[in-house]
């Protein structure tokens, strides 16, 4: 087979799907449905789709293969990879489309895409028409998207004969999908699997990213030649590992073998992640440090050793408090995926850098799925755009709390997105054409309004890149807090976001202004990506983009106008939120920390040792007495485990002194 002697995987690999294209091809020829399990990394998300692009029976040219996956570094990375297989350049026949982000264009057969993608692709294409055949890719995720698509595409399904529908999973609760699309078929891609011994801690470790660490290097110092893979939660702790094993190298020098560290998660430019592939260099030892992204939607080959320290971020979303948590904790599932990754290529170690005791007894058996432990508020706006008024009947695999629909749709009421007989209203349609969170679509058509279209835009594209604009480096914390200091202004942190994209404009979108100013270029350019694509969805959705110019009180209006639910009330040394009496604090890093006005607005809340409002900084009020705004925050850690949690590195910083604006609100917010 062509594809099993592709440049970079050599020819001794050969993937567990191979000898099985044939069989595979039939099965999917005689059915409409069909589930497919196999191990990560046996082939089904780069194989599969090329086997379809090569035969006629299953797929024409005029329609598209759509493959959807959970995570944007996996679709990107992946249509990279079967772009250059098949020899094509990335974007033509192959591409992929996330948010914010499209690279495919007409010729395009074979598009991998988010989940999240697919299903708004529903809003323009209800029955999908332009698709022959749909995979659902990484369905044991149960990723709420992937659990709506579930039950929009076996509804189509029914009238559209001629689509091909197949749902693709790590070994992990085929039997259910099978079930839910009435029994449909399984195919089953024999996996191939070297035995893993797994080594547990005696007790607890006190701080696991040094643990980790200790871990790489007495694994390269003592052990035989083969890749590491260590396993942390984002992107922050992802940096100051690998940071902290080059430095040890250099200070080891010459004394041990070369060790090539590499990070990989969400947010790392393309051309970095694309680092992780390539082979190590004889007598080197790679080590990539990754969030639950190298769990089982990519995979690295020549991994011998894991390093599971038994923590990933789950969102979690507490219907009574109307918080989102991000909570620490691992499945003993994804325990064992990742133990897996050790034994793809020969025997292989996986380090738990927990004990066997807490393995057994603390961690859950499998994850909840998202959609019963997340806000719907985005996935209600959509699908009463499509039209399913009655959400209560919906076909989900696993229904969501009946609280937190309810809950979902006061919100989308309270928003002017749903009427009082919860149907879509014509503010509700527009805000559904936008492709971020309700509230924050509120607050854009909301600057309609209030004619500040020009600032929010900016607002809301910072906003989505969020938590690395500011770059910090440990060596320079002085200078990079003077820096973020300079760009305070009045009104919290929301205009402090404004003021830093304004200046970098006015400086011709300078990368050496970036660096002067100790602001993450990237993000940057990122930022300006999202607000052109936000513009360009303005003409759609008919609003017209004005600047208030000087003024801010119409932008904290607009803020306002969307995050309302947001409201928090100083009260006793911390802050009251309006709507759920929870107490709350803004974060050192924010710019009201020292201001403590008497109202503010967050964006997020984030948890760490204190419930902080992150980067919560802004906050305004309306002159008019009427009502009045602030801030914004940013997402949380809550500390599930004793001890073992990185502190955040973020040390208070002196507000400047502002000016207050005297604030005087009226009460809680009604609707
Ligand atoms: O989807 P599944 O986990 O079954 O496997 P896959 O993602 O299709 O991976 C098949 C093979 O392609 C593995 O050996 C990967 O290491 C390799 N691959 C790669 O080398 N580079 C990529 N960007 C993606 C996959
Ligand atoms: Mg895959």
Redesign the pocket.
């Known amino acids: 087979h062509k594809n099993g002697q592709?440049k970079?995987?050599g020819n001794n690999?050969y993937?567990?799907?191979f000898p099985f294209r044939e069989d595979l091809l039939r099965a999917i020829t005689q059915h409409q449905i069909l589930v497919i399990e196999?191990?990560?990394?046996?082939?089904?998300?780069?194989?599969?789709p090329q086997y379809l692009m090569e035969d006629v029976r299953l797929h024409s040219r005029r329609n598209e293969i759509g493959c959807t996956q959970p995570r944007r570094v996996?679709a990107m990375?992946?249509a990279?990879?079967?772009a250059?297989e098949t020899g094509v350049k990335l974007g033509n026949e192959v591409g992929y489309s996330i948010r914010f982000e499209d690279c495919t264009s007409e010729r395009t057969v074979l598009k991998y895409m988010t989940d999240g993608m697919l299903l708004r692709e529903f809003l323009t294409e209800p029955d999908l028409a332009s698709y022959s055949v749909v995979i659902i890719?990484?369905a044991h995720e149960r990723t709420l998207h992937t659990d709506i698509l579930f039950g929009l595409i076996k509804d189509i399904a029914r009238f559209r004969s001629d689509l091909k529908v197949l749902v693709?999973s790590?070994t992990l609760d085929t039997e259910r999908f099978s079930c839910f699309f009435d029994d449909a078929p399984v195919f089953r891609?024999p996996g191939r699997r070297f035995p893993v011994d797994i080594f547990y801690t005696k007790a607890p470790e006190a701080d696991y990213l040094e643990a980790c660490v200790v871990s790489v290097l007495q694994i390269h110092v003592t052990q035989a030649p083969g890749d590491c893979l260590v396993f942390l939660t984002g992107q922050e702790e992802i940096e100051a590992c690998c940071e902290m094993l080059q430095e040890r190298c250099r200070r080891l020098g010459s004394k041990i073998a070369e060790l090539v560290v590499l990070p990989i998660y969400a947010n790392l430019p393309s051309d970095m992640q694309?680092k992780i592939?390539s082979p190590t260099p004889p007598g080197a030892r790679k080590v990539v440090v990754a969030t639950n992204i190298a769990e089982?939607?990519?995979?690295?080959?020549g991994i011998i050793y894991v390093i599971d320290p038994g923590f990933c971020k789950q969102k979690s979303y507490n219907a009574r408090t109307g918080m989102d948590v991000f909570a620490l904790s691992l499945p003993q599932a994804s325990a064992n995926q990742r133990a897996g990754r050790a034994g793809?290529v020969a025997a292989g170690k996986c380090f738990r850098l927990y004990t066997a005791w807490a393995f057994k007894h603390e961690m859950e058996e499998t994850t909840i799925p998202e959609i019963q432990r997340t806000n719907l508020g985005n996935v209600v706006l959509l699908l009463k755009s499509l039209g399913i008024n009655d959400l209560i009947h919906f076909d989900f695999m696993d229904p969501p709390p009946h609280e937190t629909l309810v809950l979902a749709l006061e919100q989308l009421y309270a928003l002017g997105a749903l009427n009082h007989l919860g149907e879509l209203t014509k503010m509700g349609r527009r805000m559904a054409e936008l492709p971020v969170d309700p509230m924050l679509s509120k607050m854009i058509l909301a600057s309609e309004q209030y004619k500040c279209s020009e600032e929010v835009l900016t607002i809301a594209a910072m906003l989505s890149v969020n938590n690395s604009i500011f770059y910090r480096p440990k060596d320079k914390v002085v200078h990079a807090d003077n820096a973020r200091m300079n760009f305070t202004v009045p009104g919290g942190d929301h205009l402090v976001l404004l003021n830093v994209y304004n200046q970098w404009v006015e400086s011709g979108f300078s990368t050496q202004w970036c660096y002067e100013n100790f602001i993450q270029f990237r993000s940057m350019r990122r930022a300006r990506d999202v607000r052109d694509q936000l513009e360009g969805l303005m003409e759609r959705i008919e609003v017209e983009v004005v600047s208030s110019l000087e003024d801010s009180v119409p932008i904290r209006k607009a803020i306002t106008a969307g995050y309302f639910y947001h409201t928090a009330r100083l009260s006793k040394g911390g802050y009251k939120t309006v709507k759920h009496q929870q107490t709350v604090y803004v974060h050192p890093n924010s710019s009201l920390f020292e201001e403590q006005p008497r109202w503010l607005i967050y964006h997020e809340l984030v948890f760490t040792t204190k419930e902080f409002m992150r980067q919560v900084p802004m906050f305004v009020c309306d002159r008019d007495r009427q009502r009045l705004v602030a801030g914004s925050g940013s997402s949380l850690l809550q500390e599930q485990r004793a001890g073992g949690q990185q502190q955040q590195e973020d040390a208070p910083q002196t507000g400047q002194d502002q000016g207050r604006a005297g604030i005087e609100a009226q009460g809680g917010h009604g609707q």
């Open positions: 592709t970079e995987t690999l993937l567990p799907i196999g191990e990560t990394g046996s082939g089904k998300t780069t194989q599969i996996a990375s992946v990279a990879r079967v250059e890719d990484e693709a790590a891609i694309a592939f089982t939607s990519l995979t690295i080959d793809r």
